[in-house]
């Protein structure tokens, strides 16, 4: 933790590709907030009398602050025009504070979140009373082993 951190949890039970806490992640990020460590995705599953139990927590630094300065004119924009500044990332860095440059950031920011997750599985939480283990799905028997003594 970095000094002056605070951390945030945003918690849900839905898989992150489904989840609207996935939405606000990505928005926060481009409004400027930053993750509150290299790892801010813990996705696991762990089963409770008998049922599967989804928990997703990120981390995000909450001690920073998202600044608007709206600087733009007011206009219209009939659709073709709407997609030519949406799809064109010089405009978009040209008029950063342009509700349509916050739409293009907000889309990549999604889109590059939901690739990653897509190539993410769930930990299995395995409990022993108070300690738990954090097994990845794909992980040797032997490895798993190895977790499960340690309980």
């Not at 928005?27 to 993750?35: N, S, T, Y």
């Not at 049922?51 to 001690?63: F, I, Y």
């Not at 440059?101 to 769930?122: I, V």
Request: net charge positive; hydrophobic share 45%.
């Amino acid at each position: 933790m970095k000094e002056g951190q605070q951390v945030l949890f945003l918690r849900d039970d839905q898989p992150p590709l489904k989840s609207d806490l996935t939405n606000l992640v990505a928005a926060a990020l481009v409004c400027g907030f930053e993750f509150a460590s290299k790892k801010p995705l813990l996705d696991t599953l762990e089963e409770v009398d008998g049922q599967p139990k989804r928990a997703v927590t990120w981390s995000l630094d909450g001690a920073g602050k998202a600044a608007f300065r709206p600087k733009f004119q007011e206009g219209t924009f009939d659709l073709a025009e709407f997609r030519r500044c949406f799809e064109s990332l010089d405009w978009c860095r040209a008029n950063p504070d342009h509700p349509i440059a916050y739409l293009r950031a907000f889309s990549d920011a999604l889109g590059s979140l939901r690739n990653e997750l897509k190539a993410m599985k769930p930990l299995l939480m395995i409990r022993k009373g108070r300690r738990f283990a954090l097994i990845p799905q794909d992980a040797d028997p032997a490895k798993k082993a190895e977790l499960l003594a340690m309980l």
